[in-house]
């Protein structure tokens, strides 16, 4: 509980942080601080361990308690959010949101940056690999509502 509180913590810092920049800050600047925070998850942590956990499926009682501490800073991100996106339904803009969760937790675990399909990928700058996600998330975000 104290490891996804801290970090937790970290995301309604960098949220307030864009929440109050003037000029106010776009997707791509939201995105990026999102990102910041939940793809810096140091490898061999608790909150790297927590968040293969997420992935593959938490127990009860580890989901309940993300879903719980999590509420604030996503209901924080989905009000920035809508203001920028006004074209997305709430139901449409919170399924989004939590794919964007669950693509940075991917990222940080790794699977964005290995290179399965293309062993040639493999000499990718950790750097390259974080503008890519950050673009592909964005797009996500960003697309046209679904019919």
Known sequence: ERAVTEQVHEALQAIDAVSNAQPSASVDEIVRAWMHVNAGIAPNTVMSRIAARILVGPPAELGELV?????????????????????????ELGFRADMTLLALLIYNRGGLRRAPFDEGR????????????????????TAAPSR
């Open 67 to 91: 879903e719980r501490v999590i509420a604030e800073p996503r209901a924080r991100l989905l009000r920035l959010l809508s203001d920028r996106l006004p074209q997305l339904s709430a139901d």
């Open 122 to 141: 493999s000499d990718t700058s950790d750097d390259t690999f974080a503008r890519w996600a950050l673009a592909f998330i964005v797009g996500g975000l």
